[in-house]
């Protein structure tokens, strides 16, 4: 019995200790917006801060605007030869046609030039995306990299 209660203790204890999840209706928002909307009974709050603050708080969005995560790409072209480059952004403008809700990224980096697409948080949307291109990109892996914040 002693058991059984120290067990229930400890799960309420640790529920509210989950991870913070970032809620996309606020992002792009700031206190100051938040504080100032109507609440549910009409009440606002007015703040009154140095105008510095309210400058800091708006670069600071501006910086953080499109939040980056750790996730995961297709990589469906590399290449370090001369023509490369052109050969890239071929790969790169065909994928687009046949796929515009997918996003696809040239990338330069050292001497490869690489074409990487989608936004995947998991490597199993990945891999899963990655089946439907292993006819026309036979050569594709799945690379992890920081993507932009793919939409819920």
């Given at each position: 019995m002693k058991k059984y209660l120290l067990l229930s203790f400890i799960v309420c204890v640790a529920a509210p200790l989950t991870a913070q999840v970032l809620d996309?209706?606020?992002l792009n928002r700031s206190i100051f917006d938040l504080l100032g909307d109507a609440g549910p009974h009409g009440n606002r709050v007015t703040l009154v801060q140095?105008?510095?603050?309210?400058?800091a708080v708006q670069q600071q969005m501006v910086q953080n605007a499109s939040p980056k995560i750790q996730g995961f790409r297709i990589r469906i072209f590399t290449s370090n030869q001369?023509?490369?480059?052109?050969a890239?952004?071929?790969v790169w403008e065909e994928f687009r046609r046949q796929h515009p809700d997918i996003p696809a990224y040239l990338d330069?980096?050292?001497i490869d030039f690489r074409v990487t697409v989608g936004d995947f948080r998991t490597r199993s949307e990945a891999?899963?995306?990655?089946?439907m291109?292993?006819?026309t990109y036979r050569s594709a892996i799945v690379v992890r990299e920081v993507i932009n914040y793919p939409a819920l």
């Open positions: 996309s209706l606020l140095q105008e510095a603050l309210y400058r001369q023509t490369a480059r052109n890239s952004i071929s330069h980096r050292d891999e899963r995306f990655k089946r291109l292993t006819n």
